[in-house]
């Protein structure tokens, strides 16, 4: 995108967000999984501007924290004197700087990439000092209005807060995402005043003085205002939140993929899903998790970072985080595999299995009531009812190992650090203490003993004392 080349960014994410009513600035508050910000930001970045400069002021060192990468110039605004008085935090960032800068909101998260692009293209077309991107609203309550003279000029813009009742009725609002070339927004910036009833200085004060001097001022109309909507308060953003949900549930049913209830249905942005998988109500996909084709999830699915291969089918009620599942697997009802499992094709997790730090081989079964923590498992191996991996001391975690083919008997407890070698067959109700070499048997002696009538007598033993 060579024309890009003379773009700079200017992100504004330095206020509190009063309006939320939190201890966390609002910029941190989570969207579709992310920071609110950092969808902004994605979308800025995504062409490829030549620097983006994020003013930040508000938990300063929490929101640079949560960006993961080197290339942006965070600039401080010590204190939040208004969105003019924070763009010009930026001038020292683009001192040598001639080309045209887009500024964007940290708190208007859903705006599009085609619409930012086509911005920037009517600004150079237009020779505009400054270009606003504005929209028609419904309800346009607490958003600037967009002044305009009979013949359809922008005259100027309005704060809600400043606004007379007439102004109030204007529907037409500002976005709060601008371009501008950096030398017009700059010198502009210096002029502007805070004498209005917030005593901030408004980065769209620069509308009437750009008038003022003869500049081009143009602006741009959105078609689907909701890209637009900012987020002020917490019923915004849960809003925001079914918005952006609803167009990623959107995505995936035009991908092939069945959503039984799409509107229980809840799946990141970063999450993948392959064609014709069919997903039950009450599923939540988050953070990297990559599903394959034909896989089912029945439903109430919380999945965390968790890689599925083709054709596995996870049945009701399963917590998964961190793992990787190949194909062909089963997986629950009622199962957690936590971080570290990997199952390999074809395994079976029953009810009430956890596993840990658990490989299983190809065809191993753990069908019922079982902890497998720290393990590693051959293939075609059974795992019996109630088998649990004695991994934890009280001071530290021991691993077992377990070989191919190997028959675990019901209501056994293995105790770490163990080897069962291939083809063990492990008698019901043991406790293994000691390695066992492959195709042994192991078992624990126990008498059993028998008395026949004791039933009887112990009913009419307890009887009399009742008397
Ligand atoms: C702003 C616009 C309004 C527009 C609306 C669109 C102004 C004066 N008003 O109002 O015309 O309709 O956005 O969403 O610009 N910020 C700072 N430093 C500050 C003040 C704000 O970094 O000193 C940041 C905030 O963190 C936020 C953004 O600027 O990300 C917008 O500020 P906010 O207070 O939410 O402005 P609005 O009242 O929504
Ligand atoms: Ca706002």
Request: aromatic share 6%.
């Amino acid at each position: 995108m060579e024309e890009m080349q003379q773009l700079g960014v200017i992100l504004l994410a330095a206020g509190q967000g009063t309006r939320m009513r939190s201890a966390l600035p609002k910029v941190l508050h989570h969207l579709g999984g992310k920071p609110l910000f950092l969808h902004a930001l994605g979308t800025a970045q995504r062409l490829k501007p030549k620097s983006v400069a994020v003013i930040i002021g508000h938990g300063a060192e929490a929101v640079r924290q949560v960006y993961c990468g080197s290339d942006i110039d965070w600039r401080v605004q010590e204190q939040q004197l208004g969105t003019g008085h924070a763009v010009l935090t930026a001038k020292p960032a683009f001192a040598d700087f001639t080309g045209d800068l887009l500024i964007l909101s940290g708190d208007v998260p859903l705006i599009r990439q085609a619409t930012l692009k086509a911005m920037v293209e009517h600004h150079r077309r237009s020779g505009a000092a400054l270009t606003l991107l504005t929209a028609s609203l419904e309800n346009p309550k607490g958003y600037g209005r967009i002044l305009r003279a009979g013949d359809g000029k922008i005259t100027g813009t309005v704060e809600e807060k400043d606004a007379s009742e007439a102004q109030r009725q204007l529907r037409e609002v500002n976005a709060g995402i601008y371009v501008a070339s950096a030398r017009f927004l700059f010198a502009a910036l210096s002029a502007v005043k805070n004498n209005n009833q917030q005593g901030e200085y408004y980065l769209p004060d620069i509308v009437t003085i750009g008038l003022a001097q003869g500049k081009i001022i143009e602006t741009l109309q959105v078609d689907n205002p909701r890209e637009m909507m900012g987020v002020n308060t917490r019923e915004e953003l849960a809003f925001m939140e079914k918005t952006l949900r609803e167009s990623i549930n959107k995505k995936w049913l035009l991908a092939g993929v069945t959503l039984k209830d799409p509107d229980t249905t809840y799946i990141d942005e970063s999450v993948t899903i392959g064609k014709d998988t069919v997903i039950g109500p009450n599923t939540q996909l988050y953070g990297k998790t990559v599903i394959g084709e034909r896989c089912r999830i029945d439903g109430s699915a919380y999945l965390t970072d968790a890689e599925i291969a083709d054709d596995v089918h996870i049945r009701f009620s399963v917590v998964m985080a961190s793992c990787r599942v190949e194909q062909g697997a089963v997986i629950g009802p009622f199962a957690h595999l936590r971080p570290g499992t990997a199952l390999g094709p074809n395994v079976h997790i029953g009810n009430f299995v956890e596993a840990k730090e658990a490989k299983l081989g190809a065809g191993t079964k753990a069908n019922h009531l079982t902890y497998l923590g720290d393990v590693t498992i051959g293939q075609d191996t059974n795992i019996g009812a109630g088998t649990i991996t004695c991994n934890y001391d009280g001071f530290q975690k021991y691993k077992s190992k377990i070989g191919d083919r190997v028959q675990v008997g019901s209501d056994t407890t293995l105790v770490a650090p163990i080897t069962l070698g291939d083809d063990v067959y492990v008698a019901t109700a043991s406790t293994v203490r000691h390695d066992i070499p492959a195709g042994a048997l192991v078992f624990n002696q126990r008498e059993e003993k028998v008395r026949e009538g004791w039933t009887e007598q112990k009913r009419k033993q307890m009887k009399g004392k009742q008397k």
